[in-house]
């Protein structure tokens, strides 16, 4: 158990430490692990009730996602194209599974920086949409 606590506890560290003061920012996870445990969304809604995150519904079929706050549904993607919608400037932050097939699609689609547990995107004007196991994000002035 204190293992566990001590994953969480250092993730909602480095999500502040990596959190951009200065542009906007949004979490996206996904759903669930295979080998490497990490924070879930359902812990980190918690934590961090006022931020936005978005959940890849990435081992379910079919795919969806949904981005929440805390515990309200703010809107829900279920039909293909999975088109993830995010600002045209600022840092996506990854919450997944280390060393996953998702981590390694996303790393090979876009260029992320590592941390221990979080991993980030940083989008500007110039950045184009990508895709990651089904899923499109998509830098556009409203998300």
Do not use: C
Not at 10 to 34: G, Q, Y
Not at 73 to 87: A, C, D, G, W, Y
Not at 92 to 106: C, M, N, R, V
């Amino acid at each position: 158990m204190r293992w566990l606590d001590g994953i969480t506890r250092d993730t909602l560290k480095e999500i502040a430490e990596v959190t951009p003061r200065d542009r906007p920012s949004i979490i996206v996870t996904t759903d669930s692990h295979v080998d490497n445990w990490f924070m879930n969304w359902r812990i980190g809604r918690y934590y961090l009730p006022q931020r936005d995150v978005w959940i890849l519904y990435n081992n379910a079929s079919p795919k969806r996602a949904e981005r929440i706050r805390r515990d309200q549904s703010l809107e829900k993607r279920e039909t293909p194209p999975l088109k993830i919608p995010v600002f045209r400037e600022g840092r996506i932050l990854w919450l997944i599974e280390p060393d996953s097939a998702f981590q390694k699609q996303l790393a090979a689609a876009t260029k992320i920086t590592p941390g221990k547990y979080i991993f980030y995107s940083d989008i500007s004007h110039d950045s184009a949409p990508f895709a990651v196991d089904g899923f499109e994000i998509v830098p556009q002035l409203e998300p």
